[in-house]
């Protein structure tokens, strides 16, 4: 006589192997159990887990990180340079006021009147350059230069000793170098704003000498 055997989900009937009923001998289906196509999501789960770790996922991950690390980099550097654009145009706007002849600082270069004047006009010129430099990102070394905003870091680069003699005259020889500078550049804002106003009114009278 055949023996029962278990197919995962009960026992089977030797006496009746293809499960019909006594009856009307349709056959018995078999209830469905929690372990009903556990093995096909198993499946689907070690697939989707798998594909995570697919060599061109890591290599998109990775060039995403480089390409967001540089973008913070970048976007940190532009906010730097603005604001170190922002701080010059403030300390030379600071510098500027109330110069006067025979004045310290960068103010010692002009003999005259008119000399504060193209100081003041090469200083507006340098402020200009500031408010572009500084969205741009635009680096801020060289108009510092020119307009003598560093003097006083290039006294201590040079190795002298904040307080003494030497730093104050490296300090002073610096800004009136700076000033005089800052006088060419205002006789090149000045040129430039006659150049603006003058040059309309010449062409519009060329053009009626022509006609």
């Known amino acids: 006589m055949a023996s029962p055997r278990?197919?995962?989900?009960?026992?089977?009937?030797?006496?009746?192997?293809?499960?019909?009923?006594?009856?009307?001998?349709?056959?018995?289906?078999?209830?469905?159990?929690?372990?009903?196509?556990?093995?096909?999501?198993?499946?689907?789960?070690?697939?989707?887990?798998?594909?995570?770790?697919?060599?061109?996922?890591?290599?998109?991950?990775?060039t995403a990180g480089k390409a967001g690390a540089k973008a913070a980099a970048k976007a940190a550097a532009k906010a730097a340079a603005k604001a170190a654009a922002k701080a010059s145009k403030m300390a030379l706007k600071g510098a500027v006021k109330g110069l006067k002849v025979g004045g310290k600082g960068i103010a010692k270069a002009a003999n005259s009147k008119a000399g504060i004047r193209l100081i003041t006009a090469g200083a507006v010129g340098a402020s200009v350059y500031y408010t572009i430099a500084g969205p741009m990102g635009l680096g801020t070394q060289f108009m510092d230069n020119l307009t003598g905003l560093n003097c006083d870091e290039k006294a201590t680069d040079s190795g002298l000793e904040e307080g003494t003699d030497e730093y104050q005259k490296s300090v002073e020889d610096?800004?009136?170098?700076a000033g005089k500078s800052l006088m060419k550049v205002g006789g090149?804002?000045?040129?430039?704003?006659?150049?603006?106003?003058?040059?309309?009114?010449?062409?519009?009278?060329k053009k009626k000498t022509d006609e």
Do not use: W
Request: charged residues 15%; hydrophobic residues 35%; glycine residues 8%.
């Open 6 to 62: 278990y197919d995962g989900q009960s026992f089977s009937n030797p006496t009746n192997p293809l499960g019909l009923h006594s009856e009307n001998r349709y056959r018995v289906e078999s209830p469905l159990t929690p372990s009903f196509m556990s093995n096909e999501v198993k499946m689907a789960e070690n697939k989707v887990f798998h594909g995570i770790g697919t060599p061109a996922t890591k290599v998109a991950t990775k």
């Open 174 to 177: 610096c800004q009136e170098s």
């Open 188 to 205: 090149m804002v000045m040129g430039g704003l006659v150049l603006i106003v003058t040059l309309p009114i010449l062409l519009k009278g």
